[in-house]
T-cell receptor, first 116, second 113 residues
Framework: DGGITQSPKYLFRKEGQNVTLSCEQN?????MYWYRQDPGQGLRLIYY???????QKGDIAEGYSVSREKKESFPLTVTSAQKNPTAFYLC???????????????FGPGTRLLVL | AQSVTQLDSQVPVFEEAPVELRCNYS??????LFWYVQYPNQGLQLLLK??????LVESINGFEAEFNKSQTSFHLRKPSVHISDTAEYFC???????????FGGGTRVLVKP
């Protein structure tokens, strides 16, 4: 089955701790994205990557870091600098925009991060 | 910069009644428009999208949305809802030449028997 997997489903973070959320896709998509979802606020873009070894900050990148060493993987680290990390985190991927308008984003099942 | 407004945060509706979820966007350039559905504790699933061509787009489960350029709207409708349509619905817009997808705040639909 082709798709996007995120792990773990639930993650607990202690004060001052860095945690890493996993996102893997086997769709052969070039672009990958991380969003944060808070109640009543929709989704906000944290980071995105159009190609391996390259990524850009989204609207709320402070306190987060990413890497894109492989096409199929785009892990997100929530650092201790992120003071309000409790949220639902969603990873997405899409075929990189080429001639046609085919950049529909497909989402993983999400990871819920809670602070102890 | 583009933005999306979903005018209703919650919409209660009785089973088999029609429902309309409103979505307005602002952008100075050509856009692509999307509706996603999210069931509790799950990711987002693409419901339908407008890229070009016919302004009326349909999904396989009875939803439809109409792109209205003059009113900058992309409202979602279903003529008869089921209990299983209870979910949160997100409207999103992407500038045709850009990378970023911008989401509205979501509309929670609660279908009552």
């Amino acid at each position: 089955d082709g798709g996007i997997t995120q792990s773990p489903k639930y993650l607990f973070r202690k004060e001052g701790q860095n945690v890493t959320l996993s996102c893997e896709q086997n769709l052969n998509h070039d672009a990958m994205y991380w969003y944060r979802q808070d109640p009543g606020q929709g989704l906000r873009l944290i980071y995105y990557s159009q190609i391996v070894n390259d990524f850009q900050k989204g609207d709320i990148a402070e306190g987060y870091s990413v890497s894109r060493e492989k096409k199929e993987s785009f892990p997100l680290t929530v650092t201790s600098a992120q003071k309000n990390p409790t949220a639902f985190y969603l990873c997405a991927s899409s075929i990189r925009d080429r001639v046609g308008p085919q950049e529909t984003q497909y989402f993983g099942p999400g990871t819920r991060l809670l602070v102890l | 910069a583009q933005s999306v407004t979903q005018l209703d945060s919650q919409v209660p509706v009785f089973e088999e009644a029609p429902v309309e979820l409103r979505c307005n966007y602002s952008s100075s350039v050509s856009v692509y428009l999307f509706w996603y559905v999210q069931y509790p504790n799950q990711g987002l699933q693409l419901l339908l999208k407008y890229l070009s061509g016919s302004t009326l787009v349909e999904s396989i489960n009875g939803f439809e949305a109409e792109f209205n350029k003059s009113q900058t709207s992309f409202h979602l409708r279903k003529p008869s809802v089921h209990i299983s349509d209870t979910a949160e619905y997100f409207c999103a817009v992407k500038e045709a030449a850009g990378n970023k997808l911008t989401f509205g705040g979501g509309t929670r639909v609660l279908v009552k028997p």
